[in-house]
Structures are given as C-alpha cells and as structure tokens.
C-alpha cells in the first residue's frame, strides 16, 4: 500500500516540463505581501502622496483588478502559449488585505529583498484544493526614485507548493495616474517573461 501510494505521489509530481506543456494554468494573482514601495507615491502631481494604507485599500486591489478585468491587453494565454487561463484571487486577496502597512513603505530602497527562498517560503502558504500549475507574480519592490518595479514571475505545482520556475524581472513604469504607472511594470514584465524568458524556459525544459 505505501509503495503504491509513493509511486502514485511521483507521478502526480509536476516539473518544469509541465509548465511549458500545460494547456491550463491558474492565474493567482499580484501578492504584495512582501513588497516595499519606495519614494513619494502620488496619485497625479497637484494631487498629494498616496498613504500606506491607501495603497493598501485603493491600489493593491486595484492592480489586481486590473489584470483580471483587462484580459485583451493582460493576456495571460498567449503570454504563456496557454490554450486556457483560470482566475483564482481568493488566496491573493486575503494575503493582501493583511498587509502591515508601518512595514510597506520607505525612503530607501533594499537591495536582493525577497530570493527564492522566499519565494518557496510564500508559495508554501497558498493553500489551495485546486492541482495543476499555478503562476503568481510576486512583488519585490516598486521604487519611485528609480522608476523600477522588481517583480518575481512564479509558475508553482498547486497541489504539492513545489516552486517549479521563478525568475526576478525588472522593468520601468510609465503612464497617467498612480494605477496606470506601476500596471505599465506590471505589463512590461508581463511580456519581457513571455518573450524572451519563456523562450528560452522552453528549450531548457522541453
């Protein structure tokens, strides 16, 4: 019965080859669990900076939002060659929602922030019944005096938490309103992991 039920487990066990040959992925959602924002955050210029817990309550939900509601440009399908996308925010919004806002911002920027084993260490939380792969976008940092957001692409065997691929991007933001300017980073990760990584993702695991 135990050898039955390891041999089981082994096969069920997902890899980095499932993530290029899925035909399914369920999208998790944006986790600012443990991101720092840096700098002044500003709503427009004449407009006054943004609180933590705005961010918190307005921005985060809103980035997340964003992504599920604006699918035509967010698109997650052919970003990844995926002939279907499933949208599961449960998990992602109640981590967000319980955010310690005296932790969330600052003046400085922190170098090498969150590294993979962090990123095990937050994927091991999501707990789920559902099974196949699971892609969340982890954020790092968003730094305004910089103008870079830093965010960690991660696809994850839902069923076992195993991190099967996890790579940090940067990328700039840009556009009108506090919301637009850091989904811009969130879009510009979105197609750098999709054409250059993923590419190079599937010849590696194929």
């Known amino acids: 019965m135990l050898l039955f039920t390891f ?6 066990a997902q890899s980095e080859k499932d993530v290029i040959a899925a035909k399914e992925i369920t999208w ?22 943004q609180s ?42 109640k981590r967000n929602a319980a955010i310690d806002v005296s932790k969330m911002t600052s003046m400085n920027a922190q170098d090498d922030r969150i590294k993979k084993d962090d990123v095990a260490k937050i994927v091991s939380q999501y707990k789920t019944s559902k099974k196949g792969i699971g892609l969340l976008y982890i954020i790092d940092t968003f ?5 870079k957001g830093i965010i960690w692409v991660t696809f994850f065997d839902m069923a076992t938490h195993k991190v099967l691929i996890a790579e940090k991007f940067t990328a700039k933001p840009g556009g ?21 990584a993923y590419e190079n993702w599937a010849k590696t695991y194929r």
């Open 7 to 12: 041999f089981t487990l082994a096969a069920r």
């Open 28 to 49: 998790l959602g944006l986790d600012f669990s443990r991101a720092l924002f840096v700098g002044s955050f500003t709503q427009f210029a004449e407009a006054g900076e």
């Open 52 to 93: 933590g817990s705005e961010i918190k309550q307005k921005y985060i939900p809103g980035w997340n939002d964003l992504v599920a509601n604006e699918r035509p440009k967010f698109d997650l399908k052919k970003a990844y060659n995926k002939e279907n996308v499933i949208y599961d925010l449960d998990v992602v919004t």
């Open 143 to 147: 730094d305004k005096p910089d103008e």
């Open 176 to 196: 009108f309103g506090l919301r637009n300017y850091w989904a811009k980073t969130v879009f510009e990760v979105m197609t750098r992991s999709s054409a250059d």
